[in-house]
């Protein structure tokens, strides 16, 4: 009798520690899904961006064609991208794309005085930053949930039960840096005036 009491004792602390780790991936799991949806906003928010972007600088700059079709066929790639990895190329590729187009912009100061384009830099700018943090919250409930169902003993529930590794969203070195325009640093710029800015006097 006692033994049965034991066995079934033993059967039900290993059924209640089943159901913890089974809500614990759970939570974990839609935690990470709640955090993709936030980076999928920004990206969304950047994506609508993009075509006034273009299409102010076309006003002034419209002999560069094919900067502007890299840059929207890069936002069409992110738009269309149906896996981490994929989304994280795209990303890569319209960061890139960005710069260049922001490159065009630096020969004429006429649209980098346009209040239009400003108000699109600077829209665009606080966008990055909140691409930036939300990669980062997504990361890391990432990094939590693989480490639960990777480790003992979750790793000997997770596979029979449906859960599986997420991807991070990896974006490459050279495109971490958010696509600000910032022309103040630059020797040689037009101020708004028109006229040219001073450089700085070299250091000895």
């Known amino acids: 009798m006692g033994f049965l009491i034991a066995l079934l004792v033993v059967v039900v602390l290993v059924a209640l520690m089943v159901m913890a780790l089974y809500n614990r991936f759970v939570t974990m799991r839609n935690r990470s899904q709640n955090a993709w949806a936030q980076v999928d906003v920004q990206l969304r928010r950047r994506y609508d961006l993009i075509p006034n972007l273009v299409e102010t600088v076309k006003g002034y700059a419209s002999h560069e064609r094919e900067v502007f079709e890299r840059v929207t066929q890069a936002r069409s790639m992110g738009a269309s991208a149906q896996t981490v990895a994929e989304q994280a190329q795209a990303e890569n590729m319209i960061t890139s794309a960005l710069r260049q187009l922001m490159a065009v912009s630096e020969n004429y ?17 606080e966008t990055e930053d909140q691409i930036a943090v939300a990669r980062q919250i997504y990361n890391d409930t990432v990094l939590m949930y693989n480490n639960a169902i990777q480790t003992f003993p979750g790793v000997m529930l997770a596979g029979p039960f449906g859960f599986v590794a997420k991807e991070y969203l990896e974006i490459e070195e050279v495109s971490r840096q958010p696509a600000k325009v910032d022309f103040r640093d630059m020797p ?12 700085p006097p070299a250091q000895q």
């Open 109 to 125: 100061p006429q649209l980098r005085a346009n209040e239009n384009f400003q108000q699109l830099q600077a829209e665009l700018a």
């Open 188 to 199: 040689g710029r037009v101020d708004f005036t028109g006229r040219p800015e001073e450089s």
